[in-house]
């Protein structure tokens, strides 16, 4: 009898209890998910960000299909720049709802910051193909296409945003702005950061803008007046060239040899004046190489350049006077010494496209050297050049390059001299890509056709004719804040109408570099 009414009191007890403690239902879960979604949005939004993220992690945890949480946490950690774990999280939303459009949106914003361009596009096109009238969707891709080089196409998406967003004209500028500021053009900068106050004269972006504004204009103009370079390499050379400065090698320039060959360059440039629209400029140059054969130190070239110039800007034109000076000794016999003297136009056209014409005159003085050249001096020159030249500058500093030259070289009337008199166009085009791994790829062709004007004396019937191909292709790696490394790879084959005059040769070289 005890016993009964012992498990009588005990199911009791088990009723009351049940009775007293609150019934967990869905609708309750559902509330209880709603509140925290609905305070970790709050709390997002008064960037307290860890305080949201438990919050949205709280209620995943009550409601871990729903899509929501799962975004709200994305869009905490992409706001506290935690790229994997915001990417990681818009790929779970999206697992649990494909067509989720702010997932899609906001993970091509994610791309967009990190400049993950193509999966930004990707992103933003499916968004369009869904929301055609998300006028955000079109100011990225248009951001994005600028910044890659296609400006066309990126000014007609940014159109068609601010057609659909007037507001958006504002930040266009104000990103426009930042990119002239990073990249040094601060009158550019000004005026798209004045459009943004024009344009929304209340508020934190133009705030901003005025905050740029100031700070270019009270900005202490300290530009680096003083540029060294310093470069050592080591070269393989198929068949060593006495051929300083493009010099027309003589006959007995072309070794037939291969080497080893050590090179030593430096380089100092020092702006002397820069003064409004005033600049001036004065540069040394000091260029060594050293072979390894014996038999080819004879080949040993020392070459000495000096450089200075003198010039205004108008605008988006520039004007210089350039005055070079060249000396030249082999295994230490003075060899070459040459200057000319001239003017350069600049043209601007934008802060991506430059062209330069130059016209300059001078004249080649070469010396005897015993042995090797006894009669060098008959190949002494008057010399006229005219370049022009077009770069295109790539986003992420690459670049595109062309342009073509005319050489006129007129030696003396004697038989002798007269071998040297020549017309030579030269035509060349090149590229810098866009850094890719810390790695930057040159390339550089060039083309030169040399008539020489008279019959040469080595076969009087024939006046000479050379037709010279060069090719140069580098990858350059930063190895500090100072230093490069660079594999370069030459290609040159000089065809020539007259044997003695024709070669190839092929060069491959490791050079480490110190700029400061």
């Known amino acids: 009898m005890q016993g009964i009414n012992w498990n009588l009191t005990i199911i009791f007890f088990i009723t009351i209890i049940a009775l007293a403690s609150p019934r967990v239902s869905f609708g309750q879960i559902d509330a209880d998910y709603d509140a925290l979604l609905s305070k970790g949005i709050t709390e997002l939004e008064q960037n307290d960000l860890e305080t949201a993220l438990h919050d949205f992690e709280a209620a995943r945890r009550k409601k871990n299909g729903r899509v929501q949480a799962h975004y709200y946490i994305a869009v905490t950690h992409a706001r506290a720049n935690r790229v994997k774990e915001?990417?990681?999280?818009?790929?779970?939303?999206?697992?649990?709802?494909?067509?989720?459009?702010?997932?899609?949106?906001?993970?091509?914003?994610?791309?967009?910051?990190?400049?993950?361009?193509?999966?930004?596009?990707?992103?933003?096109?499916?968004?369009?193909?869904?929301?055609?009238?998300?006028?955000?969707?079109?100011?990225?891709?248009?951001?994005?296409?600028?910044?890659?080089?296609?400006?066309?196409?990126?000014?007609?998406?940014?159109?068609?945003?601010?057609?659909?967003?007037?507001?958006?004209?504002?930040?266009i500028h104000f990103l426009s702005g930042a990119s002239n500021f990073q990249s040094g053009d601060l009158d550019s900068a000004i005026k798209e950061f004045q459009g943004v106050i024009t344009l929304t004269p209340e508020g934190e972006l133009a705030d901003s803008a005025r905050d740029f504004i100031t700070q270019i204009e009270t900005k202490p103009k300290q530009e680096k007046r003083l540029l060294l370079t310093f470069s050592l390499g080591l070269q393989y050379d198929d068949n060593v060239i006495l051929e300083p400065r493009q010099s027309s090698a003589a006959s007995t320039g072309i070794s037939s040899k291969s080497d080893f060959v050590g090179m030593l360059y430096f380089r100092g440039k020092y702006q002397w004046l820069k003064r409004g629209d005033w600049s001036g400029d004065l540069a040394l140059s000091y260029f060594l190489n050293f072979h390894q054969d014996e038999t080819l130190v004879d080949f040993d070239i020392q070459d000495n350049h000096l450089s200075t110039s003198f010039g205004r800007r108008f605008g988006k034109n520039q004007l210089e006077l350039r005055y070079e000076v060249q000396f030249a000794s082999l295994a230490g016999e003075s060899f070459l010494f040459s200057h000319k003297a001239g003017p350069r136009f600049i043209r601007r056209h934008s802060k991506k496209q430059i062209t330069e014409l130059s016209y300059s005159y001078g004249d080649k003085d070469f010396k005897d050297v015993p042995l090797l050249f006894p009669r060098n001096s008959e190949r002494d020159v008057k010399t006229h050049q005219v370049v022009l030249t077009h770069y295109h500058r790539l986003d992420k500093e690459g670049s595109l390059y062309g342009g073509y030259s005319f050489d006129k070289e007129s030696a003396g009337d004697s038989?002798?001299?007269?071998?040297?008199?020549?017309?030579?166009?030269?035509?060349?085009?090149?590229?810098?890509?866009?850094?890719?791994?810390?790695?930057?790829?040159?390339?550089?062709?060039?083309?030169?056709?040399?008539?020489?004007?008279?019959?040469?004396?080595?076969?009087?019937?024939?006046?000479?004719?050379?037709?010279?191909?060069l090719f140069v292709l580098s990858f350059s790696k930063p190895l500090s804040g100072h230093l490069d490394l660079t594999a370069q790879y030459l290609y040159q084959d000089n065809d020539s109408n007259i044997s003695v005059f024709a070669y190839r040769r092929s060069i491959i070289g490791l050079i480490a570099t110190a700029t400061y």
């Open 86 to 171: 915001a990417e990681e999280n818009f790929e779970k939303v999206l697992e649990i709802e494909r067509t989720f459009i702010p997932a899609h949106f906001d993970l091509g914003v994610l791309y967009y910051q990190t400049r993950e361009d193509e999966k930004a596009l990707k992103s933003f096109e499916l968004v369009e193909s869904i929301d055609p009238e998300r006028a955000r969707v079109y100011f990225y891709q248009g951001v994005i296409l600028k910044r890659n080089g296609n400006e066309k196409e990126g000014e007609l998406k940014l159109e068609k945003a601010v057609s659909l967003d007037p507001a958006l004209a504002a930040e």
């Open 415 to 469: 038989a002798a001299e007269d071998d040297w008199s020549f017309d030579a166009h030269h035509i060349k085009a090149g590229m810098v890509l866009p850094a890719w791994r810390d790695i930057t790829t040159r390339f550089e062709a060039n083309v030169t056709q040399r008539q020489f004007s008279n019959n040469n004396q080595l076969v009087l019937t024939t006046k000479r004719k050379d037709d010279d191909l």
